[in-house]
């Protein structure tokens, strides 16, 4: 898979969030939501999921609840906190305003300036 | 709401630990499963599938390692991941644990015993308003004697007029007894006569009713406040007692308040009734009085204010001429008699807990040699010193926190001894006073306490052993396979340290108990001046208060005595029978006095004596030997002349050579009537064993008796069986009659003893556990020196050196270190054994021959310490020893 880009530090959590404020989501179902909304051009080696969400957990972002996934089986939900949602609009906010000014300066043409 | 959250994650975290631990697991575990349905469904056989599940997961138990980390329990994993690891440690060798154990429990059971003691008792607060500020006001007259005695009613007043700067408030008393009648048997009570400001002065919160007004002292009022025990058991906490009344000395008083239980802690009472303004003017001086000092006052500028007043006043008043003030905390006077055996012993015990350290950290430093190859592989695999320390420090906590129970179980024990064998009642010296000591409780405090002398030790003799490993080259530990030459072997420096803190420890408690002994032996031996065994003392207290009392007549008393005395030595068992006015060591108010010598007017010494009323048959009861003329007669009563007998003392202090018999004595402050010397006898130890006996005066009852009395009675029978025939014997005379503070004389001898008798016995015991401890150190490190030398020890056998060469040359070697040790232990006691000289009776705390004999001993068990391991070294085979590397 050469053309899957690296993740860059911090987003990882950002990922988890965005993908959680869909709906609650066990970590298996976390990692194929993220697959596909990023349009299959991230992943992540799959356990490192578990350390960041534990963080997340931890932090008070995310909030836990046991239950029975599609396939029948035991898993673990995610839920995003009141805190947790807060944290991914002004994280989403930061890195849009990150990402066009990153994005801006890239497309800069010579002579544009 | 975000900390909440968190906040409640962690703390789910905390409570399911282990639980956790699993649900990590198992979300994993599932995460891989649900991949591999996923995989399945695509194709693949289901072993395949979960194959591919598990690659593409990665390190499982990496990320579950990152996991658990993640949820902040890092620190918690890695301490019970070292304290599974040190119980596995001290689990493989279990001697070495129980050993260092045991001897923890020791030293911190001890500790943990005289703190609970100290702090019971000599730290204890006083249940009262602002205790500490409190102080005692005494007089003193040294010229005559007197050291502490108590003001009179008029010194109060005075200085209650004075308004003395210093003191917020003065506080007056008198301990007295008061007969209560018309409710079951007739009762002598413990009362309290108190100036009225006393509710305030102590701040007392009654537990019922109300403490007296100031006002109530400047009319006569007839108001009582009950002791709080005394409520309990008469009136069975009756909570609607005030306003009822009480018959107290034939009058009737009004029950207004009762007190705090915790005011018993002060003045065990059972009344308290005020003084009038009136009796106060009269009352004689043996008055106690105390002082609240102003928050920011010294004990000292309070003194130096107070004698500036007693300056200015003793113009207007000569009687106070030639007496002075000594003013003292109350907290310290009333423990002044145990505080310097408490002391000694809490010296004491500290030792003991740094022998025991000692051997502790002898044992762990042993226990880490042999463990260096281990260090040394986990150094090399990537340990960081933090690591190896801090494994030290839990396996050394480990140990000493059991070590820190079982000393909690001994403490525990130890208390309970103490409260069915220690002292309840403690004199106060020069003072004729007793205090009742508090309970005391093992509690949170002492728990607390142990916990931190666990931790403590525990952290001290952790650190010993990884630092001396880490600071050798661990790459040859690697090599050697751990075994080391002598000149690699690290620790030798701290080891003889350890030894000579042993052998001085030892030596300085060795020669505090030895002292301890030869002063108890001889106090012991100290002839009181008559013959304890089987004497039974008890109070009578005429009831001369109350109005109409027939015993306001001196004639009616003397009858009534007589009689009592009469039918008491009819009773079968009852050898003889007496009346005295003090019983001697019992702590009873001591009277004293000058008199004058008829015979020799312008004596300039200045002459002053105990004076002692006593009936017939005093003597023979008490059997003070008679050693010139004779003793009272029947026939010395108010009909007859005057007489008096002295004491031997009294004799040789102020008659000298002359002969005493037919002179006169003549009292100044009495009827200057003078009374004939009829007879002199043995002196008596009066007011405590240490003490030398004092001039003594003794009077004749029937000449004048007094209203309280102590009657002894030598007695042939149990006492359980002729208590009860002495008290219906008294009582054929008076139904009315209390009788009170029943003791036997050995009881009286044990309270006057008790705090050297504390220091004999623990200090002793301590002495013992000290010397083992040393042995077993000394023992300890001689073994492992030897067992590092057993090659040498081939090669000198195989050189044809002899055994006994052998053991002589190690011995010498191991006792050279002891030697140091005894020698700074001989400075050590030479300069502590002077703490404990209060303690000490007919012995100097530097006697000669107890160092000699201390040194000597510790000396040869030493010796016999290195010998053994000695010993046992120059058994081995040769060719064993040389093919040991």
């Given at each position: 898979m050469p053309d899957q880009a690296q993740l860059l530090p911090g987003t990882l959590d950002l990922l988890i969030l965005r993908a959680v404020s869909l709906g609650p989501l066990h970590g298996y179902g976390i990692l194929l939501r993220i697959s596909q909304i990023s349009g299959e051009a991230l992943t992540v080696e799959q356990g490192a999921l578990y350390p960041g969400l534990f963080r997340l957990v931890r932090q008070g972002l995310l909030k836990t609840k046991w239950g029975v996934s599609d396939a029948n089986r035991r898993a673990k939900y995610y839920e995003l906190t009141v805190a947790g949602r807060k944290r991914l609009q002004d994280e989403t906010e930061s890195w849009k305003r990150l990402a066009a000014a990153i994005g801006s300066a890239l497309s800069v043409q010579p002579g544009e300036l | 709401m975000r900390f909440v959250d968190g906040l409640r994650a962690q703390w789910s975290a905390l409570i399911h630990r282990s639980a956790m631990r699993d649900e990590v697991e198992v979300e994993l575990l599932e995460h891989i499963q649900h991949r591999a349905d996923d995989l399945e469904s695509s194709g693949v056989s289901r072993l395949e599938a979960e194959r591919q599940a598990r690659i593409e997961f990665g390190g499982f138990e990496h990320y579950r390692e990152e996991s658990h980390r993640a949820q902040g329990w890092n620190w918690f994993v890695t301490l019970s991941r070292d304290v599974r690891f040190g119980l596995r440690i001290l689990l493989k060798a279990p001697v070495f644990s129980a050993a260092a154990v045991l001897t923890l429990a020791l030293g911190i059971g001890a500790n943990t015993s005289l703190f609970t003691l100290v702090r019971g008792i000599l730290l204890h607060p006083l249940p009262v308003r602002a205790g500490n500020r409190l102080v005692v006001i005494w007089d003193s007259n040294p010229?005559?004697?007197?050291?502490r005695v108590g003001p009179s009613g008029q010194d109060y007043l005075d200085w209650r007029e004075q308004?003395?700067?210093?003191?917020?408030d003065l506080f007056l008393f008198e301990h007295g007894t008061g007969t209560v009648t018309g409710n079951g048997d007739p009762e002598q009570l413990a009362g309290l006569r108190v100036s009225t400001n006393f509710g305030d002065f102590f701040g007392i919160r009654p537990a019922l009713g109300r403490a007296f007004l100031p006002?109530?002292?400047?009319a006569r009022h007839t108001l009582v406040v009950l002791g709080y025990r005394y409520w309990m058991r008469k009136y069975q906490g009756d909570p609607t007692i005030c306003g009822k009344s009480l018959t107290l000395n034939g009058e009737n008083y009004t029950i207004i308040g009762v007190l705090p239980a915790s005011f018993d802690e002060l003045f065990p009472v059972d009344v308290v009734v005020p003084f009038d303004i009136g009796w106060l003017h009269r009352a004689d001086s043996d008055l106690g009085v105390f002082g609240r000092l102003r928050s920011n006052v010294t004990v000292q500028q309070a003194a130096a204010q107070m004698s500036g007043t007693m300056t200015r006043m003793a113009r207007q008043r000569t009687d106070r001429k030639g007496f002075g003030i000594v003013l003292l905390p109350l907290a310290s006077v009333r423990m002044e008699y145990i505080r310097p055996a408490l002391m000694v012993l809490q010296c004491a015990v500290g030792f003991v807990l740094i022998l025991a350290c000692a051997n502790v950290a002898n044992l762990m430093l042993s226990h880490g040699m042999s463990r260096r190859q281990e260090i040394a592989v986990r150094v090399s695999l990537g340990a960081t010193r933090m690591q190896i320390v801090r494994q030290f420090l839990v396996e050394s906590s480990l140990l000493a926190i059991v070590g820190g129970a079982l000393g909690l179980l001994l403490a525990l024990g130890s208390v309970h001894l103490w409260a069915r064998f220690g002292p309840t009642q403690i004199p106060v010296p020069n003072s004729a006073y007793e205090v009742t000591l508090p309970e005391v409780h093992l509690g949170a405090g002492e728990v607390v306490f142990t916990l931190a002398v666990s931790l403590a030790t525990g952290i001290i003799f952790g650190l010993i052993p990884p630092l001396r490993l880490l600071g050798g080259n661990t790459q040859s530990a690697l090599k050697n396979g751990g075994r080391g030459t002598i000149g690699e072997v690290k620790g030798r420096g701290t080891r003889t340290v350890l030894v000579v803190v042993e052998g001085a420890l030892a030596l300085v408690l060795v020669v505090g108990a030895s002292l301890m002994i030869k002063s108890f032996s001889r106090l012991l031996a100290?002839?009181?001046?008559?013959?304890?065994?089987r004497l039974l003392t008890l109070r009578i207290k005429l009831s001369e208060d109350a109005a109409g009392s027939p015993y306001r007549d001196a004639g009616r008393r003397a009858v009534t005595f007589h009689d009592f005395v009469d039918r008491v030595r009819s009773i079968p068992g009852v050898e003889s029978a007496a009346l005295t006015q003090i019983v001697p060591l019992?702590?009873?108010d001591m009277d004293r006095g000058p008199f004058a010598v008829k015979e020799k007017p312008n004596s300039d010494i200045s002459l002053s004596a105990d004076y002692r009323d006593i009936s017939t048959g005093y003597f023979e009861t008490m059997k003070i030997?008679?050693?010139?003329g004779r003793s009272f007669a029947e026939s010395d009563d108010d009909k007859h002349p005057r007489v008096v007998v002295i004491d031997e003392t009294l004799a040789h202090q102020y008659f000298g050579s002359e002969d005493p018999l037919g002179k006169h004595i003549v009292l100044p402050a009495g009827s200057q009537v003078p009374r004939e010397v009829i007879g002199v006898v043995g002196a008596v130890r009066d007011s405590s064993l240490s003490a030398a006996p004092e001039p003594t005066l003794y009077f004749p009852l029937m000449q004048g008796p007094d209203q309280t009395m102590s009657m002894v009675v030598r007695v042939s029978g149990p006492q359980e069986t002729i208590l009860p025939a002495i008290r219906s014997a008294i009582w054929s005379v008076d139904r009315n009659q209390p009788i009170y503070e029943i003791r036997s004389m050995p009881e009286i001898l044990g309270n006057v003893t008790s705090a050297p008798r504390i220091a004999f016995i623990l200090l002793d015991v301590l002495a013992v556990v000290a010397l083992v401890l040393a042995a077993i150190g000394i023992y300890g490190v001689t073994s492992y020196n030897v067992g590092q030398r057993t090659q040498e020890v081939g090669v000198r056998l195989t050189f044809g050196a002899t055994p006994d060469a052998i053991v002589s040359m190690l011995v010498r070697q191991a006792t050279k270190i002891t030697m140091i040790g005894i020698a700074t232990g001989l400075l050590f006691a030479w300069l502590m054994t002077r703490f404990m000289s209060s303690l000490l009776y007919g012995v100097s705390s530097t006697d000669p021959a107890i160092f000699v004999g201390a040194t000597l001993l510790v000396g040869i068990v030493a010796t016999i310490a290195c010998y053994v391991p000695a010993r046992r070294a120059v058994r081995v085979d040769p060719l064993v020893a040389l093919r040991m590397e």
């Open positions: - | 010229a005559i004697g007197l050291s308004k003395i700067q210093a003191f917020e006002e109530e002292e400047s100290v002839n009181p001046g008559f013959e304890p065994s019992s702590q009873d030997p008679l050693l010139k």
